[in-house]
Structure formats: structure tokens, C-alpha cells
């Protein structure tokens, strides 16, 4: 009964153009008043905790670097960089888009910002050279998604607040997987692309190569300075964050000259506004994660996946097929926030690493944002592109279904989190 009020309270206030932050307070609310628990001290004191956090700092700050990245000539450079490589290989501005978008999430850590930048600069290129427009945009938007999971990570901050489990693990565990979504992201780019007729560019010289590879070393700098710090203990995640916004700050005015203080008011109201909304949402949410730890409701949970405890594999099958549910309906951020409380207790009893879950529950989450009719990423490359989404969608189709391919190949092969997972933290 408490799961269906939780539920139903929730689903409804959504149903209703509820902003999904009010939402949760008002399913908690819900939850309050069938356990008769209400008390508006408590409701209080569980939204001011939720945001009074330490790793939560991360989040404004690799949201500060993403924005003065993406101002600051950073992004500009990385493109750049990737079409003297692979520009001139048939389909090669889709794999300057996906070499981008891997550099990019090394840099930013947010989905929606790569998004933005890549389809700003890359898809009119596409198109200009032949490429069909929606399929275009589909490759960027799915090659944007592998932000989240490729270190820093905003995702991963939140999940592993939400969770308590180490941010730093998680980092160095989302490495592998998504390089991995990018290599079958290009290999569905090669085979849809191999049927157009598109003008190829002329190759770079060894000249113009070496140029945009000088002038992008700053940009590069940032995640190898992130990964070192992190590896060796020499900064937390949350601090890491900081060097991120000052490393991109202190490149993009003094060594690129291409930001000023006048840019950097706007640049600074844009990630506080972004940052606002995620703050008040895992506010929001902890007001729900006290009530369904108090209304026992991942005991409940349990109780009905118990036929599929004792089997690992297919317990992590039923939970990512939830999750891929969930994601058509819910943005990344509401969900981790809202299942994660939920489905920790049931993972922890069923014996499974909390990190390797995480990286699967990330990945799930990430490719929800390209999955209509919410998909966040959709709407920005949408947007930028002038495009229906109803075509960008379309052209998702073929990148979405090879991410699911590799999510559920980490599903059945742990072994390829794990190994680099342990490598990496020796």
C-alpha cells in the first residue's frame, strides 16, 4: 500500500504539470500523512540536509567548467582538433562528432552542454557536406549521452551522494564503458553511413595537425590533470571540480583570450541556474528518501524481486529494463534520485558491487536522455538544429539501440567494469 501512495502521489502531481521537484515533496507529503508522521519540522530539516552536503559541491563547480569550456574557445578547439584527424574518412564529421563528444565529456561532465556545443558547431557542417539532417542530430545527441559516464561526471556525483559509495571509484569505473559506448556508437555511424553520398573534405596535412593539436593541449590538459589528482589522492572529486573551473577559467582568458569578465557574469548566471534546479531537486528528494527508508519500502521491493535474488544477472536484467521504462517518462537527475534509494538495499542484498551497479545505472539513466518523449538532449539538438523531434528521435534509433547493446553486454560481462575498475585503483 505505502509503494502505490509513494507512487500514485508522485505520478499524479507529474500528471498534473507539477514542476517534479514539488512532486516529490508532495509524494513525500503523501507518505507523511498515511505513516501520520506529518510534521513540518521534519519536512524542513530533511530539504535543508539534503543539500548540505560537501561532495554536492562538485555539481555547481563542473557545471561552471562546462559553461566557461563552451565560451571560452575549449570546445571550439577540441572540434577542431578531431576533424584534422578523421574529418577526411567517409562519415568522418560523424566520427569528428563522437571523437568530440569523448574529449568533451572528459572536460564538462554534463550531457546537455556538449550537446549544445556539438550541434552548434558540428551539424551544420553535416549537413552542409550531404549528411541527412535528423540522422545527423541523432549521432550527436547519443554521442553527447556518454558525458555522464566518462569522468567527471555530474551523474555520478549525485548517484554516489544518493548511494554512499565512493565518487572517485565510480569515476575511474565509468572510464572503459564509455569509451566502449563510443566505439559502438562509430561503428553504427559507419554502417548507416556508408549509404550516403556526402562531399568528403581534403585530408590535413602533418602541418595542420600538429597546429590543432598545440593549440587544443590546454583543453586536453584539463582531464588528464582531473584523472592524475584523482588517482593519486591528491584532490577529492568535489575539489577536483574546482581545479576544473579554474584550470578552464585561467586557459580560456589567459591563454586563449577569448572570454572576458563582461561574458563571465552571463556565464556564471547560466550554470547557477542550471545548478539551482539540481540542488533543489536532491533537496527535494531526500525528503522521499527518509520516508521510503522509514515506510520500509525497500524491504517491499525486495520481497517482490525475490524470485530473481539468487540470480545476480537476471536481477540486474529486471532493474535496467525498469530503468529503461522509467527513462522515457523521467529526466537522469529525478531518476537517479528517486530509484536510487529504492534499489541500493535490493543491489547490496543481492551481492552486487555497488560501483559496477552504478556505472550500469548511470548508463541507463544516460541513455534516457535520448529517449522521447522527455529526452533532454533530444530537445537541446532539437533546438539548436531548428529540427522536429519527432526526426531527431528517428535519427537516434540505430546509436540508441548499439548504447543498449553495450549496457546490456556490461550486464552479462562485469568482468569489463571491474578489470580496468582495479587496474585503475591499484
Known amino acids: 500500500m505505502t509503494v502505490l501512495i509513494f507512487v500514485g502521489a508522485l505520478l499524479g502531481a507529474m500528471a498534473i504539470g507539477i514542476p517534479i521537484a514539488y512532486a516529490l515533496l508532495f509524494s513525500g507529503l503523501a507518505l507523511m500523512l498515511h505513516l501520520d508522521l506529518f510534521d513540518a519540522q521534519i519536512l524542513a530539516q530533511n530539504v535543508i540536509n539534503g543539500a548540505d552536503s560537501f561532495p554536492l559541491l562538485a555539481v555547481p563547480f563542473f557545471m561552471l567548467a562546462g559553461e566557461i569550456m563552451n565560451v571560452g574557445g575549449l570546445s571550439k578547439r577540441i572540434v577542431n582538433l578531431a576533424i584534422t584527424l578523421v574529418g577526411h574518412l567517409r562519415g568522418g564529421l ?103 553520398k556526402v562531399e568528403l573534405p581534403a585530408a590535413s596535412t602533418w602541418r595542420e595537425k600538429w597546429i590543432a593539436l598545440r593549440e587544443s593541449l590546454w583543453a586536453l590538459g584539463l582531464p588528464v590533470i582531473v584523472l592524475f589528482g584523482l588517482k593519486f589522492g591528491i584532490f577529492t572529486p568535489t575539489e577536483a571540480a574546482v581545479v576544473a573551473a579554474v584550470y578552464a577559467f585561467l586557459v580560456s582568458s589567459l591563454v586563449y583570450r577569448e572570454i572576458n569578465l563582461r561574458q563571465m557574469y552571463h556565464v556564471f548566471v547560466s550554470a547557477s541556474k542550471i545548478t539551482a534546479v539540481i540542488m533543489f531537486l536532491v533537496a527535494a528528494s531526500m525528503v522521499s528518501a527518509w520516508l521510503i527508508t522509514v515506510a520500509d519500502i525497500p524491504d517491499q521491493v525486495i520481497a517482490l524481486l525475490q524470485p530473481f535474488m539468487d540470480n545476480p544477472t537476471l536481477l540486474l536484467i529486471a532493474i535496467m529494463v525498469l530503468v529503461m521504462v522509467v527513462g522515457t517518462a523521467m529526466d537522469m537527475m529525478p531518476t537517479i534520485l528517486i530509484l536510487t534509494p529504492v534499489l541500493m538495499p535490493v543491489v547490496r542484498e543481492a551481492g552486487i558491487d555497488p560501483i559496477y551497479f552504478g556505472v550500469l545505472f548511470i548508463m541507463n539513466n544516460a541513455i534516457g536522455l535520448v529517449t522521447p518523449p522527455v529526452g533532454s538532449v533530444l530537445n537541446v539538438v532539437a533546438g539548436v538544429g531548428k529540427m522536429r523531434l519527432d526526426d531527431v528521435a528517428k535519427g537516434v534509433l540505430p546509436f540508441m539501440i548499439a548504447q543498449f547493446i553495450v549496457m546490456f553486454l556490461l550486464v552479462l560481462f562485469p568482468s569489463i567494469v571491474m578489470v580496468p575498475l582495479n587496474f585503475l585503483t591499484k
Open 94 to 196: 560523424g566520427f569528428v562528432a563522437i571523437l568530440a563528444a569523448c574529449l568533451m565529456a572528459a572536460l564538462s561532465g554534463s550531457a546537455v552542454a556538449d550537446a549544445a556545443a556539438l550541434a552548434t558547431l558540428l551539424l551544420p557542417m553535416m549537413v552542409k557536406a550531404g549528411h541527412d539532417k535528423a540522422r545527423a542530430g541523432g549521432l550527436i545527441a547519443s554521442a553527447s549521452i556518454i558525458a555522464p559516464i566518462i569522468p567527471p561526471s555530474i551523474g555520478f556525483v549525485v548517484f554516489g551522494v544518493a548511494a554512499n559509495v565512493s565518487i572517485g571509484k565510480l569515476f575511474m569505473a565509468g572510464i572503459a564503458p564509455g569509451l566502449l559506448m563510443g566505439v559502438a556508437i562509430a561503428t553504427a555511424w559507419w554502417l548507416v553511413s556508408s549509404r550516403e
